[in-house]
């Protein structure tokens, strides 16, 4: 943000703002007296004409340099260059014309017509060209405001695309390190082993289903989003290793889908059922029911909530899915908890309305 916001946010003390804009009259009166030295070296040495000239540069100079505020008020509200850069131009540059406009004639018909009670059409006979050349220094200063303000939100928007691979690829390394984690695998071959002593039949058909989650995993290395019917079919496959493995104690509901532009980010609803089993008991005496719905707008995972008492949870992969989800969507993961069930509401992203670096 430009230093107006910091002014506007009063994050400057009174002193270092008073600095500022002492800062703003010099410069105008500098511009001021350089042009008045090109136009007529001789007014340099007649102090009447200096301290006119100083006045009017004042005068005008702190009107022009206050079309900072309002282009920071612009920059806040209307203004995305990624996003929407010729509507943002065009807003730029008709709110800059419009203020410049004011701002010049103004201050000109304040200093000729009432402080010196000249007649308008001399103003425009003999400072006519002062004012176009007003103009010029004019949207010099804003040209400075516009490229500042470009290159800004640029490199905010590199910064958040590298960010969100970053994000991307811990996401996916905390949801594959649970996975391979020894205590998974431990149950996972247990339960391989009990079916291969009972049903040989089922047995391979695990085997598959395990081999096929693995795999559906790695493959989604470099998708930054997939459908969430692509994250159903991976969610199948977990819930049915787990459901092996605790049977009657464990039961499920999940949503039918056939809307290919509803997007999640890859591993964040597995993330999400993945936490299920690694935070609750599951037992006879205390069942877990899972269920996934999906509306319009939000993915809903809710569960009976029998909580570990010794449950490791550092939430980092949770706060990075979080970060990603807000700045895709506008909204953030939203956890209702009460003493018997824990819900989940998971933003989707609309293809089409998805952000750009999508």
């Not at 102090?47 to 004042?58: A, E, F, M, R």
């Not at 402080?115 to 004019?138: C, K, Q, R, T």
């Not at 039961?251 to 290919?260: M, T, V």
């Not at 569960?303 to 939430?315: A, D, E, I, L, R």
């Amino acid at each position: 943000m430009s230093v107006y916001s910091d002014i506007n946010n009063k994050k400057y003390s009174k002193k270092r703002t008073l600095i500022i804009f002492i800062w703003f009259g010099l410069c105008s009166i500098i511009i001021g007296t350089v042009f008045l030295g090109l136009a007529c070296p001789a007014c340099l040495l007649k102090p009447k004409i200096i301290i006119d000239n100083v006045g009017y540069s004042l005068l005008l100079g702190y009107s022009l340099f206050g079309f900072g505020f309002v282009f920071s008020m612009l920059e806040r509200n209307y203004i995305h260059w990624i996003q929407h850069p010729i509507k943002s131009l065009f807003i730029i540059l008709s709110t800059s014309t419009f203020y410049c406009s004011l701002a010049i004639f103004g201050v000109n018909g304040l200093w000729h017509l009432v402080f010196h009670g000249g007649s308008f059409s001399s103003m425009i006979s003999n400072y006519g060209h002062v004012m176009w050349i007003e103009f010029g220094i004019f949207y010099f200063i804003a040209l400075w405001f516009y490229t500042r303000s470009f290159f800004m939100e640029w490199r905010k928007e590199v910064e958040n695309r590298e960010k969100l691979k970053h994000e991307a690829l811990m996401l996916q390394y905390e949801s594959l390190k649970t996975q391979v984690n020894p205590h998974f695998l431990f149950n996972s071959l247990n339960a391989l082993t009990t079916l291969i002593e009972t049903d040989v039949n089922s047995a391979k058909k695990f085997t598959s289903e395990l081999s096929c989650f693995y795999r559906d995993i790695l493959q989604l290395k470099n998708k930054e989003l997939i459908s969430v019917q692509e994250e159903i079919n991976i969610v199948k496959r977990y819930i049915y290793l787990q459901k092996i493995r605790f049977g009657d104690n464990f039961s499920y509901q999940l949503p039918n889908i056939d809307e290919k532009e509803k997007m999640v980010i890859p591993l964040s609803l597995q993330m999400m059922v993945e936490n299920v089993f690694k935070h609750n008991i599951v037992t006879s005496s205390k069942k877990v029911k899972l269920r996934i719905e999906i509306n319009a707008e939000e993915l809903i995972i809710s569960n009976t909530y029998h909580p570990k008492k010794n449950s490791s949870n550092s939430g980092l992969g949770l706060k990075n899915l979080n970060e990603r989800t807000k700045y895709l969507t506008g909204k953030e993961i939203h956890i209702v908890k009460s003493p018997t069930t824990f819900v989940v509401h998971l933003p989707l992203i609309v293809l089409n309305h998805a952000h750009n670096n999508c």
